[in-house]
C-alpha cells in the first residue's frame, strides 16, 4: 500500500486528465458543424466511438490487468493528446473519424486502468471513501476547465482551443512518468471474470430485450436518450435557442450543464431523505425561469437544465431498481467492469 | 445488472444515435 500523499497524488492525475478532456466539452459539436460536419455525421461518430469502446473495452481491461495498468493509463493521456491535435488540424469527415478512434481508444484504455490502480493503492477499508473523493474532485476540476476552455476562445470555431488541449495533454502525458509510478503489488487478476461478464452481459441482454422488463427498458431507454442530449445539446440550443457564436457563452452553459449533474448526482446517491424536497425546489426554480424567461436563450438553457437535472435524478431509479433485484433474489452479480 | 444495462445502452446508441442526428437536423430545419 501507499502513502496517503500518493494516493492524492492519483487523484489529482486522474481529475485533472478529466477536466483536460472538458476544456472543449462546451463547444465541441458546434466546431465539427463549423468544420462542416452535419448532424448525422456527429451521431455517426458518436456511435463509432460507442463501438470501439464496446469492442475494446474487456480486451484492453484484460492487457491493462495482464500487463501494466500505468502503461495503460500513459497511453490513455497520450492518445487523448493525439485526438485533441488530430481535431485541430481536420477539417473532413474521415479525419474526424481518426481523432475519434484515438478519443476511442483513450476512454477504453483510461477506463479500464485507472480506477483498478487506484483502488490497488489503497487499502480495504478506504476504498470507499478514496472514490467518493475522487469523484468529487473531478466532478469540481471536470466543471472548472468546462467554463475555462470556452473563456479563452473568441467563436466556436477557433482552433486555438483544441492546439493547446492538445499542448496541455502532451505536458500532463509527460507528466505521468513522473506522477505515476510502477503497480507496486497488483491485487488478484480480474481479466478473466471481465471477458466472462462480457459474454453474460450479451446474453443477459437479449433475454432482457426479449422479456420486455418494464424498468429495463425505461433504464435503457433513457440511457440512449442521454447520450443522445450529450451529442446534440449544442445544436439544438443553438439553432433552437438562437444562442450566438460567442464561446464564453457555451463554456458558462456547460458549466451549469456539469453542475447540475454533479449535484442531482451527488444528493441522488448520498442524501436519499433530501432527493424528493431536492427534486421540488430545482425544479420548481428551473421551471419558473422557463416560464417566465423573457428571452428565447434563457428559455432553452433552463429547458435544457431541467433534462440533465433529471438525468442525474436517473440514477436514483436505478439504484432503486438494483435495490429491488437484490431484495427479489434475482441474482446481481458485480463486476469489476460495472464498477468501472 | 448495471453491466447487462451498459451492454444494452451501448448498442442502442450505436444502432440509434446516427439516426438520431439526421432527426434532430430535420426538427431544426423546421424551427
Known amino acids: 500500500m501507499q502513502s496517503s500523499a500518493d494516493v492524492t497524488r492519483l487523484i489529482y492525475f486522474g481529475a485533472f486528465f478529466s477536466a483536460l478532456r472538458m476544456l472543449v466539452g462546451g463547444v465541441s459539436a458546434l466546431y465539427l458543424i463549423s468544420k462542416g460536419v452535419s448532424l448525422q455525421e456527429i451521431g455517426i461518430l458518436k456511435s463509432f466511438q460507442a463501438g470501439v ?30 485526438w485533441l491535435l488530430v481535431t485541430a488540424v481536420s477539417s473532413d469527415f474521415e479525419h474526424f473519424l481518426l481523432a475519434e478512434l484515438l478519443n476511442a481508444l483513450s476512454l477504453a484504455l483510461f477506463n479500464g486502468a485507472f480506477l483498478s490502480y487506484l483502488l490497488s493503492n489503497t487499502g480495504k477499508e478506504e476504498k470507499k471513501p478514496i472514490l467518493s473523493r475522487y469523484t468529487k474532485i473531478q466532478h469540481v476540476l471536470m466543471a472548472l476547465f468546462a467554463l475555462l476552455g470556452p473563456m479563452t476562445i473568441e467563436t466556436v470555431s477557433s482552433s486555438f482551443l483544441w492546439y493547446y ?36 452481459d450479451l446474453k443477459k441482454a437479449v433475454s432482457a430485450v ?46 451549469l450543464v456539469l453542475s447540475v449533474q454533479s449535484l442531482s448526482g451527488y444528493l441522488s446517491e448520498k442524501r436519499t431523505r433530501m432527493i424528493l424536497p431536492s427534486i421540488w425546489v430545482f425544479t ?14 434563457l428559455f432553452f438553457t433552463a429547458l435544457i437544465l431541467i433534462i440533465f437535472l433529471f438525468s442525474g435524478f436517473s440514477q436514483f431509479i436505478l439504484i432503486l431498481f438494483f435495490m429491488s433485484q437484490l431484495m427479489t433474489g434475482s441474482g446481481v452479480r458485480w463486476s469489476l467492469s460495472s464498477q468501472r | 445488472m448495471e453491466s447487462v444495462k451498459s451492454t444494452i445502452t451501448s448498442l442502442f446508441v450505436i444502432a440509434l444515435v446516427p439516426v438520431a442526428g439526421s432527426w434532430i437536423d430535420e426538427m431544426l430545419a423546421y424551427l
Open chain 1, 53 to 82: 469502446i464496446f469492442v475494446f473495452d474487456a480486451p484492453l481491461a484484460y492487457i491493462a490487468d495482464r500487463y501494466s495498468r500505468t502503461m495503460s493509463i500513459k497511453l490513455a493521456v497520450l492518445f487523448s493528446a493525439a
Open chain 1, 165 to 200: 488541449a492538445s499542448v496541455a495533454m502532451f505536458f500532463w502525458f509527460f507528466m505521468s512518468f513522473v506522477l505515476i509510478e510502477k503497480e507496486k503489488s497488483k491485487e488478484r487478476s480480474v481479466a478473466e471474470e471481465v471477458a466472462i461478464t462480457v459474454r453474460e
Open chain 1, 210 to 255: 426479449v422479456n420486455m422488463k418494464v424498468l429495463m427498458v425505461f433504464v435503457v431507454s433513457f440511457g440512449v436518450f442521454y447520450q443522445v442530449l450529450i451529442q446534440f445539446w449544442q445544436p439544438v440550443l443553438k439553432n433552437a435557442g438562437g444562442i450566438s457564436d460567442h464561446a464564453y457563452l457555451w463554456g458558462v452553459i456547460f458549466f
Open chain 1, 284 to 297: 420548481f426554480a428551473l421551471i419558473a425561469i422557463w416560464l417566465f424567461a423573457e428571452s428565447k436563450e
